[in-house]
């Protein structure tokens, strides 16, 4: 059985921090990268940030870039996603996903290039 489970999320206040966590299931086949993504109201589901199992390599959007961390440990198949200098602009359900079928930076960074995904956890942060 496959499945991600992300936890972590919650309120806070502009410039406040929270970090995030998500494991898949020991039934998720090994992946090349592992990311998150979020989803505004009205919006379509945009990238986050990325880590790359096989290079070893990190990946952000530019707007999360010197506030946001991407860590993880591929042999329990765990991520997390540290938050800091949160702004209002960073609330949304964030996501946890697994590449597990297309390797390159193109398919790390973007949703078509995962497979699966976590239920969502919010995050709202006021003014």
């Known amino acids: 059985q496959v499945r991600l489970v992300e936890s972590g999320g919650g309120l806070v206040q502009t410039g406040g921090s929270l970090r995030l966590s998500c494991t898949a299931s020991?039934?998720?086949?090994?992946?090349?990268?592992m990311g998150w993504f979020r989803q505004h109201p009205g919006k379509e589901r945009e990238f986050v940030a990325a880590?790359?199992?096989?290079?070893?390599?990190?990946y952000y959007t530019d707007s999360v870039k010197g506030r946001f961390t991407i860590s993880g440990d591929n042999a329990r198949k765990t991520i997390y996603l540290q938050m800091n200098f949160l702004k209002p602009e960073d609330t949304a359900v964030y996501y946890c996903?697994?590449?597990?079928?297309?390797?390159?930076?193109?398919?790390?960074?973007?949703?078509?290039?995962?497979?699966?995904w976590g239920q969502g956890t919010q995050v709202t942060v006021s003014p």
């Open positions: 996903a697994a590449n597990v079928a297309h390797d390159g930076y193109i398919y790390y960074t973007s949703r078509e290039g995962y497979s699966y």
């Open positions: 020991s039934g998720t086949p090994s992946s090349y990268a």
């Open positions: 880590i790359s199992w096989r290079a070893g390599t990190t």
